[in-house]
C-alpha cells in the first residue's frame, strides 16, 4: 500500500503538522489566563464522525509501476494490487497526534510557558482515543476474494485474459487484517510469451475486491470494491528501435525477471540496455542489480552501480537532487562485501 497511500499519509501529517504549529505559534503570543480551566474542552468533531464510521477497504492497481503504462507487445508485465483500511489509518493518525500534542503541552506547561489550566481545557480531547475497526479479507490470504477485468468501451466488464501467475511470498494461510497500519500488496506478472499474444490496443484494467457475506462471521465486511482503471497500451514493435526505446523495453524485462527471481536472465537483459546504451545511468543500475542477485557477481554488481553513480555525476547539466537511492544502494552491498562504503564517484 504504497504510492497512493504514501501520498495520501504524507498529506495528511503535513495537514496536521501545520495545524499544530499554527497552534502553537497563536498560544506563544497569546496565552490564556487561569480562568479558562473553567471553559468546557472543544467540541470533538472526530470522535462524533468516527464512533460509528463503517469500515472499507481501498484497492488500488499499477502496472509496472504506473497508472498509464505504453508496452511494447511482448514485454512481460507486472501487477501490483494493494489495500489498506484508510478510515482506520485516519483513525490512528488522530490518535498519534493526540499523544503527540498532549506530551507537547504537558512539557510546555512543566517549563512554565503556558498554563496548566491551558493543558487541562484540551486533555479531555487528546486523552479519548478513536475506535480502530478492521477489515478481514479471505481465509487462507485474500487472493481469494480478488479478480482482475477488462473493462471495454461501451460494454460490458471481461475477465482479464491474460494467464496470471503469482509474485513473490505471500501468506496464504491467514485471512488478511487491516487495521490502522497494516497494508498488503499482492503482485502478478504476465510472462513474456502470453504478453507476446496480447494484440495491440488500449486496454482498461480494473482490479475487483468482493467478498460476500459470511454467516458464521456476520460482523465481517462484506462487498466490492474495485480500482480506478488502468490504461495500458500495447504497440507494436517499432520497425528501427532507438537506443533508448531498446533500453526502456529491456528494463522492462530485468524488472520481471528480477521480480520473478530469475537471476539469469535478468543478467541477460540488462546487458543488452547497456549494449544499446553504454552511458545509460538506469541501464548500469539494473545490472548492478541483477548481478546482485548471485552472491559469488556482488563485486560485480558493485562495479556497475559506480559505473552509474561516475555516469550521473559526469552528466553535462546535473540534477540538482543527489542519486541518494543508488548511493544508499551501493553502500548497503559494499558493507555485506566487507567493503568500503563510498565508491569512486565524483561526490
Request: aromatic share 6%.
Given at each position: 500500500?504504497?504510492?497512493?497511500?504514501?501520498?495520501?499519509?504524507?498529506?495528511?501529517?503535513?495537514?496536521?503538522?501545520?495545524?499544530?504549529?499554527?497552534?502553537?505559534?497563536?498560544?506563544?503570543?497569546?496565552?490564556?489566563?487561569?480562568s479558562d480551566a473553567s471553559q468546557a474542552a472543544p467540541p470533538d468533531r472526530a470522535a462524533d464522525d468516527?464512533?460509528?464510521?463503517?469500515?472499507?477497504?481501498?484497492?488500488?492497481?499499477?502496472?509496472?509501476?504506473?497508472?498509464?503504462?505504453?508496452?511494447?507487445?511482448?514485454?512481460?508485465?507486472?501487477?501490483?494490487?494493494?489495500?489498506?483500511?484508510?478510515?482506520?489509518?485516519?483513525?490512528?493518525?488522530?490518535?498519534?497526534?493526540?499523544?503527540?500534542?498532549?506530551?507537547?503541552?504537558?512539557?510546555?506547561?512543566?517549563?512554565?510557558?503556558?498554563?496548566?489550566?491551558?493543558?487541562?481545557?484540551?486533555?479531555?480531547?487528546?486523552?479519548?482515543?478513536?475506535?480502530?475497526?478492521?477489515?478481514?479479507?479471505?481465509?487462507?490470504?485474500?487472493?481469494?476474494?480478488?479478480?482482475?477485468?477488462?473493462?471495454?468501451?461501451?460494454?460490458?466488464?471481461?475477465?482479464?485474459?491474460?494467464?496470471?501467475?503469482?509474485?513473490?511470498?505471500?501468506?496464504?494461510?491467514?485471512?488478511?487484517?487491516?487495521?490502522?497500519?497494516?497494508?498488503?500488496?499482492?503482485?502478478?506478472?504476465?510472462?513474456?510469451?502470453?504478453?507476446?499474444?496480447?494484440?495491440?490496443?488500449?486496454?482498461?484494467v480494473v482490479g475487483v475486491l468482493e467478498q460476500r457475506t459470511d454467516a458464521a462471521n456476520p460482523g465481517?465486511?462484506?462487498?466490492?470494491?474495485?480500482?480506478?482503471?488502468?490504461?495500458?497500451?500495447?504497440?507494436?514493435?517499432?520497425?528501427?528501435?532507438?537506443?533508448?526505446?531498446?533500453?526502456?523495453?529491456?528494463?522492462?524485462?530485468?524488472?520481471?525477471?528480477?521480480?520473478?527471481?530469475?537471476?539469469?536472465?535478468?543478467?541477460?537483459?540488462?546487458?543488452?540496455?547497456?549494449?544499446?546504451?553504454?552511458?545509460?545511468?538506469?541501464?548500469?543500475?539494473?545490472?548492478?542489480?541483477?548481478?546482485?542477485?548471485?552472491?559469488?557477481?556482488?563485486?560485480?554488481?558493485?562495479?556497475?552501480?559506480?559505473?552509474?553513480?561516475?555516469?550521473?555525476?559526469?552528466?553535462?547539466?546535473?540534477?540538482?537532487?543527489?542519486?541518494?537511492?543508488?548511493?544508499?544502494?551501493?553502500?548497503?552491498?559494499?558493507?555485506?562485501?566487507?567493503?568500503?562504503?563510498?565508491g569512486p564517484g565524483k561526490r
Amino acid at each position: 500500500m504504497k504510492k497512493g497511500l504514501a501520498v495520501g499519509g504524507v498529506l495528511v501529517l503535513a495537514v496536521l503538522a501545520a495545524v499544530f504549529w499554527w497552534r502553537e505559534r497563536t498560544r506563544e503570543h497569546a496565552a490564556a489566563p487561569e480562568s479558562d480551566a473553567s471553559q468546557a474542552a472543544p467540541p470533538d468533531r472526530a470522535a462524533d464522525d468516527y464512533a460509528s464510521y463503517s469500515p472499507i477497504p481501498h484497492i488500488s492497481l499499477q502496472i509496472d509501476g504506473q497508472d498509464a503504462p505504453v508496452m511494447v507487445q511482448g514485454t512481460p508485465l507486472l501487477l501490483s494490487l494493494r489495500v489498506a483500511n484508510p478510515r482506520a489509518m485516519n483513525a490512528e493518525l488522530i490518535n498519534r497526534w493526540r499523544s503527540f500534542r498532549l506530551e507537547a503541552l504537558s512539557r510546555r506547561a512543566a517549563a512554565g510557558q503556558i498554563t496548566k489550566a491551558q493543558v487541562a481545557a484540551e486533555q479531555p480531547t487528546l486523552t479519548r482515543r478513536l475506535p480502530i475497526k478492521t477489515v478481514e479479507l479471505g481465509t487462507a490470504g485474500w487472493s481469494s476474494v480478488v479478480r482482475f477485468e477488462i473493462r471495454p468501451p461501451e460494454a460490458s466488464p471481461e475477465p482479464l485474459p491474460w494467464p496470471l501467475k503469482p509474485v513473490g511470498d505471500r501468506d496464504e494461510q491467514h485471512p488478511l487484517v487491516l487495521d490502522g497500519l497494516k497494508t498488503d500488496e499482492l503482485d502478478y506478472g504476465v510472462d513474456p510469451q502470453a504478453a507476446g499474444a496480447i494484440a495491440p490496443g488500449l486496454y482498461q484494467v480494473v482490479g475487483v475486491l468482493e467478498q460476500r457475506t459470511d454467516a458464521a462471521n456476520p460482523g465481517r465486511w462484506h462487498g466490492t470494491v474495485e480500482t480506478e482503471p488502468v490504461s495500458l497500451t500495447v504497440v507494436a514493435p517499432p520497425a528501427s528501435p532507438t537506443a533508448a526505446q531498446k533500453v526502456e523495453r529491456e528494463l522492462y524485462f530485468v524488472r520481471y525477471f528480477v521480480s520473478t527471481n530469475q537471476a539469469e536472465a535478468a543478467r541477460k537483459h540488462a546487458e543488452a540496455a547497456v549494449a544499446a546504451k553504454p552511458d545509460d545511468i538506469a541501464a548500469h543500475i539494473a545490472l548492478g542489480d541483477a548481478l546482485a542477485m548471485q552472491k559469488e557477481k556482488g563485486r560485480e554488481a558493485l562495479a556497475q552501480y559506480d559505473e552509474a553513480i561516475d555516469e550521473f555525476y559526469d552528466q553535462p547539466e546535473r540534477p540538482y537532487e543527489e542519486p541518494e537511492l543508488l548511493l544508499r544502494k551501493r553502500a548497503m552491498l559494499a558493507e555485506m562485501l566487507g567493503l568500503e562504503p563510498e565508491g569512486p564517484g565524483k561526490r
